[in-house]
Antibody, heavy 116, light 107 residues
Framework: EVQLVESGGGLVQPGGSLRLSCAAS????????MNWVRQAPGKGLEWVSY????????YYADSVKGRFTISRDNANNSLYLQMNSLRDEDTAVYYC?????????WGQGTLVTVSS | DIQMTQSPSSLSASVGDRVTITCRAS??????LAWFQQKPGKAPKSLIY???SLQSGVPSKFSGSGSGTDFTLTISSLQPEDFATYYC?????????FGGGTKVEIK
């Protein structure tokens, strides 16, 4: 069974940092591209970042470029999102999603709250 | 960036109704269009990919159609478990973009 489990969310002050993790199981993680998608409270879905299987191709939304860094560890079946210089508007549930047919499997999400 | 315009933003329907949601892309997306269902407090669930292909395990009451820039999600006979918010997403290019969502409520 495919499973994606995010962790690392929490309350952080503006300007602070957090590192999100996504643990993958039930499939060959190294052969799938991955995305992070977020959803602010009461709002729609916003794509955040993409990483290819070998980490050679990476994309970011303009809203996070220069502040967030996506990475992966294929040996440990894990995806990461390092978030620096956090702003109030980064408050959201962050989902990792397998990049197949537009996003066939999603994790349950982890809540990031940026507030003083 | 490709803009995705979804309509309506909300609708009220009764159990057994046929429901149609539309999604328009600002340019041709080569049928790289997915539909998701999201219930409160839950992650999005993939329903349709490549505009009209049903994800494994998704009931056949859901169907997708369209090509180029105009796409449709249809629920043939609405059931209580189908009341949710539905999103379209283009995956033709980055940045990936989503429609604003359609909230399907009970009449």
């Amino acid at each position: 069974e495919v499973q994606l489990v995010e962790s690392g969310g929490g309350l952080v002050q503006p300007g602070g940092s957090l590192r999100l993790s996504c643990a993958a199981s039930g499939f060959t993680f190294s052969t799938y591209r991955m995305n992070w998608v977020r959803q602010a409270p009461g709002k729609g879905l916003e794509w955040v970042s993409y990483i290819s299987t070998g980490s050679t191709t990476i994309y970011y939304a303009d809203s996070v470029k220069g502040r967030f860094t996506i990475s992966r560890d294929n040996a440990n079946n894990s995806l990461y999102l390092q978030m620096n210089s956090l702003r109030d508007e980064d408050t959201a549930v962050y989902y990792c999603a397998r990049d197949y047919s537009g996003g066939d499997y999603w994790g349950q999400g982890t809540l990031v709250t940026v507030s003083s | 960036d490709i803009q995705m315009t979804q309509s309506p933003s909300s609708l009220s329907a009764s159990v057994g109704d046929r429901v149609t949601i539309t999604c328009r892309a600002s340019q041709d997306i080569n049928n790289y269009l997915a539909w998701f269902q999201q219930k409160p407090g839950k992650a999005p669930k993939s329903l349709i990919y490549a505009a009209s292909s049903l994800q494994s395990g998704v009931p056949s009451k859901f169907s997708g159609s369209g090509s180029g820039t105009d796409f449709t999600l249809t629920i043939s006979s609405l059931q209580p478990e189908d009341f949710a918010t539905y999103y379209c997403q283009q995956y033709n290019s980055y940045p990936r973009t989503f429609g604003g969502g359609t909230k399907v409520e009970i009449k």
